[in-house]
């Protein structure tokens, strides 16, 4: 079992930056892909960004391309969403999950955090 763990929303300035954490409770990561995922209010959730925790392969969903950076700490299990120049239509709840293949697929994840809300001010 995974245990994910969100930290790091908040409320910021149309422009602003925030660094989301999703601390995960497994040591054996190797094999996964961590990925954010969103959702707006009345919206569908929707990918944001992904990695391989092997470091061989990112994806980012073009709406953030350019402005967030998905990474990892192996030493600290934690993978982390630097969010840049954001804007108000960023706001959103903030999922972390993890899936056993590269997928953008939200359904095709096994285990998902709490959430974190990350509301953009105009």
């Known amino acids: 079992q995974v245990q994910l763990v969100e930290s790091g929303g908040g409320l910021v300035q149309a422009g602003g930056s925030l660094r989301l954490s999703c601390a995960a409770s497994t040591r054996t990561f190797s094999s996964y892909y961590l990925g954010w995922f969103r959702r707006a209010p009345g919206k569908e959730r929707e990918f944001v960004a992904a990695?391989?925790?092997?470091?061989?392969?990112?994806n980012y969903a073009d709406s953030v391309k350019g402005r967030f950076t998905i990474s990892r700490d192996s030493a600290k299990n934690t993978v982390y969403l630097q969010m840049n120049s954001l804007k108000p239509e960023d706001t959103a709840v903030y999922y972390c999950?993890?899936?056993?293949?590269?997928?953008?697929?939200?359904?095709?994840?096994?285990?998902w955090g709490q959430g974190t809300q990350v509301t953009v001010s105009s």
């Open positions: 999950a993890a899936a056993r293949g590269a997928t953008v697929i939200h359904s095709l994840y096994d285990y």
């Open positions: 990695l391989a925790w092997s470091g061989t392969w990112t």
